[in-house]
């Protein structure tokens, strides 16, 4: 028996955002449910990732036999937060064929002139996978509220358009996990000075990143409007202190595998009789 | 200094179609170039995934600054040859944002509405992605040529629009590297059985896949022809023996290694001025 520190209480209420949530309130520096050290957080990493691995490849069998769950994590945060970080650490330990990945940029002049979600819906993951969207549809309430890249009546529209949205979703069988990832904007100099210090790190760097961290207090009360306005019993917020990247990987790997469990999935039974295939195996 | 056995010979040369290619003298058994045992194995496919998924990180970064290369692994093989052990063990080192999967079912009557490339045209990598086919156009000379599913004049046409279609990827800044996994019947008549064997395989056992193997001959002889027609010089056909698991991930992961080392890749020079950037940060 391990030594290590282990969750000491599910997260999951922890981090979710419920009404009266006050994301100022929130210490990026928290570690909530983990009592442990780095150390003991990297170890409880590892040991994650097999069984994330195995509980979707449930999903995926399950799929072959006409369920048609699916998982849909949506990733949100300020630059260097940490979200390629939990693509690679926290999704990289899932086999390549069972997750969608996207990632949403400025959109292209096509993008532009379809409905904001349009482009959302053409990258949603299939029954049996586990989608990840890097930035996704909340761009559209944030960034674009704040640079003014729509009229202030379309964003209002967009809030409610989202939870329609996102309530679809739910209905046809997609377990969404929306994850603000919380730093200081003290931890944000560090990193981004961190780019800037190196050359093999340069290219992770645009002069843009700048410009938007200047207006951080307005993200953040961007960020604040989004959870009031959108979580929802159906697809919860939730808001993970990120100052400590272990601690990030590790609590959104716990949502994700807890979000598998909940689903109870069990192998699909064949639908041939295996006796009758032995016999033909045994003839071939 | 490990005392583990290593490549004694790069077996990219060795594992190539070239002209007088004849796949029924590769012994599926053999593991061309690498003298160890599983245990070396096992340990040389670890060392290679670090570095797989360093090299394909510098790739994606060089497609931030506007080099359009990438890498297509074309995967084929019989029933059970082990192309899920590839996706997961050796693309699964890389970030997820930097793979591309693609798995080529039997084609949807929309598919079939269009030109055979249709559907492979729209899952080819971006610049600086590793792209993945699971099955891919080779099904459309391969299945259909033995099943009759297209016509003969049809299915020799297919062949020259091949090359010609690499062709142009290849010119585009494509490396594509063309994977067949070579395993014994007898071997494939072992790992059907532990799929009825196991209940938690039974998804992945269909009826059909023995309807296959009865055809197994013509199945060697239509990829005597693919090799025959379709290993150019920009784009050749690698035979891979595949009884040993652990050998078929250790030679595609080196394969691909060889791709990415001989593109030189290095870390694009900021844009911008790092000095009068970390002004702007300081005062931020």
Do not use: C
Request: hydrophobic content about 40%; cysteine-free; charged content about 30%.
């Amino acid at each position: 028996m391990s030594r290590r520190k282990a969750w000491n209480a599910d997260p999951e209420p922890l981090l979710r955002v419920e009404p009266g949530f006050r994301l100022d309130q929130v210490d990026p520096d928290a570690t909530p449910g983990f009592p442990g050290r780095k150390i003991d957080g990297l170890e409880a990493l590892a040991a994650g990732a097999s069984r994330l691995a195995a509980l979707q490849e449930r999903l995926y069998a399950a799929s072959t036999a006409g369920d048609q769950r699916r998982v849909l994590l949506v990733l949100q945060a300020m630059d260097t937060a940490g979200k390629g970080g939990i693509v690679s650490h926290v999704v990289g330990a899932v086999d390549p064929n069972g997750v969608r990945y996207a990632g949403f940029k400025a959109p292209t002049a096509e993008e532009r002139e379809h409905d904001f979600l349009w482009r959302i819906e053409r990258q949603l993951p299939s029954a049996g996978q586990l989608g990840v969207f890097d930035r996704s549809h909340y761009e559209d309430v944030l960034i674009q509220r704040i640079r003014a890249f729509a009229a202030p009546d379309e964003i209002e529209r967009r809030y409610g358009a989202i939870t329609e949205f996102e309530d679809g979703l739910t209905a046809e069988g997609t377990t969404i996990v929306k994850v603000m990832l919380h730093i200081s904007k003290d931890e944000q100099r560090e990193r981004l000075g961190e780019r800037l210090d190196r050359p093999d790190k340069h290219w992770k760097f645009n002069p843009a990143d700048i410009d938007e961290r200047l207006l951080w207090d307005r993200y953040q009360d961007a960020y604040q409007i989004v959870f009031d306005r959108t979580s929802t019993p159906q697809a919860p917020w939730y808001v993970v202190p990120a100052n400590r990247k272990w601690y990030a990987r590790l609590a959104v790997q716990q949502l994700l595998l807890r979000a598998l469990e909940d689903m109870q999935l069990s192998w699909p039974k064949a639908d041939f009789d295996v006796a009758e295939q032995r016999q033909r195996l045994a003839e071939s």
